[in-house]
């Protein structure tokens, strides 16, 4: 009712955010781009995503035409930086880097990445040079209100993918020690901390028990919400 704590229009302290899951702007989606218009995946969904006040996905693929395949994997993504224009100019504010595609041709592959999602004022979160930089949040405010996107996988292909103190890489959170020491971290400095995770069994409906037990663990520390992708 007008002018009750549920009513919108008495509320200027109400921020929404928008998730999707899977960005994948490679293979034969990045076909259906070339033909269609690289604002095809979107037509359908970009009213609701433009009108989030934030608006958040996992970016599946690296976006470059450099670097070595990685060796010994079934699928192997690449994207064009033509697709990011349509990525922004659908709504997105930040994407996590933190899967198991993102170094799918290397680190040269991902700092590639990573700079042309700078060039288009697109925010990530999720890789870094180390781990202090791969966990380091995204800070997005809107309405004046502070807040702090992780992006962490749970899903890595092999351990070289790790960032560490002297490696670059993804955030990953098979143990979630690190995970939940950014997230104590990124609570001094937000008033609300979203934790990307990508994670579980692909195709399946339902969680796996770590899942649970790890998403309780970083709503302990201090996250207000734990989005997942990677099951599609």
Not at 18 to 23: K, M, P, S, Y
């Amino acid at each position: 009712p007008p002018g009750s704590p549920s009513d919108p229009g008495q509320n200027d302290d109400r921020i929404t955010l928008a998730f999707t899951g899977d960005i994948l702007p490679a293979g034969s989606v990045a076909r259906l781009m070339e033909k269609n218009g690289y604002d095809y995946p979107f037509r359908q969904t970009i009213d609701l995503l433009q009108s989030a006040d934030i608006t958040v996905g996992n970016l599946e693929s690296p976006i470059t035409d450099r670097g070595t395949p990685a060796k010994n994997k079934e699928y192997v993504y690449r994207g064009p930086a033509l697709a990011l224009p349509a990525i922004r100019d659908a709504g997105f504010d930040v994407l996590s880097l933190a899967n198991n595609h993102t170094l799918d041709y290397g680190w040269v592959g991902l700092q590639d990445t990573r700079a042309a999602l700078d060039d288009h004022k697109i925010l990530h979160m999720g890789s870094g040079e180390n781990d202090r930089e791969a966990f380091a949040p995204a800070f997005v405010e809107a309405k004046g209100i502070t807040v702090a996107f992780i992006g962490v996988s749970n899903v890595v292909p092999v351990v070289e993918w790790k960032a560490d103190r002297n490696h670059p890489g993804v955030a990953e959170t098979y143990n979630p020690t690190r995970t939940i020491a950014a997230i104590q971290e990124a609570k001094k400095h937000a008033d609300l901390v979203v934790v990307m995770v990508h994670w579980g069994v692909e195709y399946k409906d339902t969680p796996e028990r770590y899942q649970t037990d790890k998403g309780r663990q970083f709503i302990d520390a201090g996250a207000d919400l734990v989005i997942g992708s990677h099951p599609h």
